[in-house]
């Protein structure tokens, strides 16, 4: 019987364990590997995704300065989608679910570029979107802000993530979403002349090529010498432009109230028609004895004279062959067109001086011609408020005594006929040779006549059925060479308010949302830092509203250029080059709150010059030299004392204030307020 | 008697396979290891080059422009258009993982534009220095890395 050995008891346990270890070992092994291929996944999805993240953020900034870019030109169809808020890119009221149906493609060309020359940037696509996530087109009051105007935030997205046939490779993306808030805000408003705003604009001082807000207050102060000047000349000269581009003007009166511009010789034709009217009121040799009482005495006494040489007594006279009617003349009121006609200076000063007097006014002995302005055929279309022509209405009482005769009736006591006597007195009649004798207003004349003429007389028995007897200063009719037509007042509004004002001393200033200001508290030096201002190059840079807070001088170095559309507020502005804009279409506005806009150069300027406070009511515009602007004046007063003497200065109205639409600047803020940036397709 | 035991043919056989089962799990884990060394030293390449480009974002275009046109010198950290080590001291501000001195870094500045736009090119590359042992880990020799930065408004 064979007996096999047992088998020992742990045959095959170093095998197994062995086996295990191996197991383990191995299993390790592909622990770590796997660890392995983990960490080699993580490098390669780190360098995809960075890559993909450097290239969004380079998207991004191209993206942001595009739109910067074409947010600078109005014409560009951004802008026009941006401003105008089409559908495309308005996702202001779109749920958020929804917000990515909204955006317009925004061109990224250099970041293609490079892309296109990295190994793994060519498998990318890049693409960037822009829309419009918030507006607010009112203000915290819940005013509304005109037309497009208002407040938003634009969202700008980059997403780069594989092309779809690399998906599988390369997992690396990136997606940068950014917020920039904008502000759109009107240069220019439409405005036709024909029509009054219906609320406020900030741009509204731009519809004329004149307006002196405070000028009521001004003209009367200086008893009209504002609009009158003694040594000065203004042009407002618009020949050439059809109505519905001419600049309106406005020259502060109140509703109540009303300013004039005095009549020249050169504007004669604006006094109403007609400007001579003979006979009026023919009279009999009663009346004219009533009328002449010291012709009546001197004729009296020497019908006493000859009745006492006959015995007789006096039974009364009369007269026969004489001329006598009252009639009026119209003539321009200035000291230039009177004075070459005979003692119509004297007559006038003396009407005006009595006008004055009788309404406690002050009046200036002479009298001097009023602003200029061309072309005088289409002032109705221009004018606004209560403006009217100054001229001298002169009513004189005429008598011809050349082939008269006076005649005495006297009787003799006792005998029942009179008798006839002529009076043949050459000095008497002579004095009475085709005489024009002025007819004072009585109750404003008070010193002596020519020949005594009874003003009185004339005052209770002719003037009140035939007025035009009376000599007067004429402020009746509109300055217009049709006086008939009548002009509208200006529509202005209060501050955030809707409604309109009578007086514009009440008026909201120029560009008052403040809110819409690109840029504030900006320093001088800040403005050259900035760009907007460089006076090495000679440019000023405009976009949107800058306000500045000092002042600033513009054009020391020589005559400047303007590129771009905007608005520059200081306090105080000075001119000492010209200004030329690049694009006709553009504006320049400069703008004084309370301080002056002094201009020293005689170059052309191509500005809207506006001095106009809310709280400091002091802004004027000084010319120290010939002005010579293009495009438009405003002010608080017009100050015209202060400007230089013995020149012409001309304002010429720029059409491209009344261009028919609006033209508005949008300022992109640089500054990012929200910002994320996920590493995949959202 | 006759003891049971493996023949010599067995004992190959099982060694083979052993042999092979072993040689496996070294050469698997030869290659997780060089994968991983890989895998750190791109990462740290790639964060070389990464970290001017993020410097010179923060400088801004104009100030770049500054440099690539020569009228301001770059910061000494960061010198332009030549490859230079990336050295560090102990006490400066600016520290680094110790690799990173086994690396060179080159930083290219290239001005470009498109119509109004203007940019500035900034490329990175980050090459193995030469007789290091990054050279025995890393499988390529160099790394880059691009970006622009486009000119802002002021």
Redesign the interface.
């Known amino acids: 019987m064979?007996h096999?050995?047992k088998p020992a008891r742990r045959s095959g346990v170093a095998m197994f364990s062995?086996i295990f270890v191996?197991i383990i070992?191995?299993l390790l092994?592909?622990q770590?590997?796997y660890?392995?291929?983990q960490?080699?996944s993580?490098?390669h999805r780190?360098?995809t995704s960075?890559?993909a993240r450097?290239?969004a953020?380079?998207a991004m900034?191209?993206a942001?300065?595009?739109v910067?870019?074409e947010t600078a030109n109005p014409g560009s169809a951004f802008f026009k989608k941006l401003t105008g808020r089409s559908n495309d890119i308005d996702g202001s009221s779109t749920s958020l679910d929804n917000k990515n149906s909204k955006g317009v493609t925004v061109p990224v060309?250099?970041?293609l570029?490079?892309a296109s020359?990295?190994p793994m940037?060519s498998r990318l696509n890049i693409d960037a979107t822009a829309r419009i996530i918030d507006f607010r087109n009112s203000d915290s009051t819940g005013a509304k802000y005109y037309g497009n105007e208002g407040v938003g935030t634009l969202e700008l997205r980059v997403i780069a993530e594989p092309k779809p046939e690399f998906r599988k490779q390369m997992q690396g993306a990136c997606t940068i979403t950014r917020h920039h808030d904008y502000k759109v805000v009107a240069i220019i408003t439409r405005r036709t002349n024909s029509t009054q705003r219906s609320a406020y604009a900030g741009s509204f001082i731009l519809d004329y090529a004149l307006f002196v807000r405070d000028g009521q207050e001004e003209f009367d102060a200086i008893s009209g010498l504002s609009l009158n000047p003694a040594k000065q000349k203004l042009t407002i000269d618009q020949t050439g432009l059809t109505s519905d581009k001419a600049g309106k003007i406005y020259l502060g009166n109140r509703r109540n109230s009303s300013v004039y511009l005095n009549i020249d010789a050169a504007r004669q034709n604006f006094i109403p028609e007609p400007r001579k009217k003979e006979k009026i009121l023919q009279v009999d040799d009663q009346a004219v004895f009533k009328l002449l009482p010291q012709f009546f005495n001197q004729v009296r006494a020497q019908a006493e004279k000859a009745v006492k040489s006959k015995g007789a007594s006096l039974k009364g006279f009369s007269m026969s062959g004489h001329s006598a009617y009252f009639e009026y003349k119209r003539y321009p009121v200035t000291d230039e067109a009177l004075t070459p006609i005979k003692d119509m200076k004297d007559f006038r000063t003396a009407t005006l001086a009595g006008e004055a007097k009788f309404n406690n006014q002050k009046e200036s002995a002479e009298v001097y011609p009023g602003l200029v302005i061309k072309p005088e055929a289409g002032l109705v279309d221009v004018l606004e408020g209560d403006i009217r022509q100054r001229y001298f209405h002169f009513g004189y009482f005429y008598v011809d005594m050349t082939n008269c005769k006076i005649w005495v009736k006297a009787k003799k006591s006792g005998q029942s006929e009179s008798e006839t006597i002529e009076i043949t007195d050459p000095a008497l009649i002579n004095q009475f040779k085709n005489r024009q004798i002025p007819c004072f207003d009585a109750d404003h004349f008070t010193g002596i006549t020519d020949n005594s003429i009874d003003l009185r007389y004339i005052k209770d028995n002719i003037a009140n059925t035939y007025p035009e007897v009376i000599c007067r200063i004429d402020k009746e009719n509109r300055y217009l060479q049709n006086a008939n037509s009548t002009l509208p007042h200006p529509g202005m509004f209060h501050f955030r308010n809707s409604g309109s004002l009578d007086d514009a001393t009440l008026a909201s200033v120029p560009f008052a949302q403040v809110n819409l200001w690109a840029r504030r508290n900006v320093t001088p030096q800040q403005l050259q830092?900035?760009?907007i201002y460089v006076p090495g190059q000679k440019k000023l840079n405009l976009r949107g509203i800058v306000q500045v807070t000092e002042a600033i001088t513009l054009g020391a170095e020589g005559n400047i250029e303007v590129e771009g559309s905007g608005v520059l507020i200081a306090p105080g502005i000075t001119i000492s080059g010209g200004i030329k804009k690049k694009d006709a279409d553009s504006a320049c506005v400069l703008l004084t709150r309370g301080y002056p806009i002094t201009v020293n150069t005689t170059e052309l300027v191509e500005a809207a010059l506006v001095s106009i406070g809310s709280s400091n009511r002091n802004g004027y515009v000084v010319a120290n030299k010939k002005l010579n602007l293009r495009g438009c004046l405003a002010a608080d007063r017009l100050n015209l004392a202060k400007w230089a003497e013995g020149v012409e200065h001309k304002i010429q109205y720029d059409p491209a204030f009344k261009r028919g639409d609006d033209l508005y600047q949008v300022n992109?803020a640089?500054w990012v307020t929200f910002e994320r940036m996920v590493e995949q397709d959202e | 008697?006759k003891?049971r035991a493996f023949s010599l043919l067995e004992i190959i056989i099982a060694m083979a396979f052993?042999s092979v089962?072993?040689l496996s799990?070294f050469w698997?884990?030869r290659?997780?290891?060089q994968?991983?060394m890989?895998?750190?030293y791109?990462?740290l390449a790639?964060s070389l080059a990464?970290e001017p480009?993020e410097v010179f974002?923060g400088f801004g275009y104009d100030y770049l422009k500054m440099i690539a046109d020569g009228n301001v010198a770059p910061p000494a950290w960061y010198p332009v258009g030549s490859f230079n080590d990336i050295d560090f001291s102990l006490m400066s501000d600016m520290q680094y993982p110790a690799e990173a001195r086994l690396f060179q870094r080159q930083i290219e500045l290239t001005p470009?534009?498109?119509?109004?736009?203007n940019?500035m090119?900034i490329k990175v590359t980050v090459a193995v220095k030469g007789q290091s042992r990054v050279e025995v880990w890393m499988s390529r020799k160099s790394?880059s890395?691009?970006?622009?930065?486009?000119?802002?408004?002021?």
Request: net charge positive.
């Open positions: 064979h096999f050995p062995a191996m070992v191995g092994a592909l770590f590997h660890m392995t291929r960490a080699q993580s490098a780190f360098q960075e890559m450097q290239l953020a380079a900034e191209e942001f300065m595009y910067h870019n060309a250099l970041t570029a490079q020359t990295m940037g830092e900035f760009g992109l640089r | 008697m003891r052993l089962a072993i799990m698997m884990n290659a997780s290891n994968g991983s890989d895998a750190y791109e990462f790639f990464r480009i974002r470009v534009n498109s119509g109004k736009l940019g090119r790394v890395l691009e970006s622009i930065v486009m000119e802002r408004p002021k």
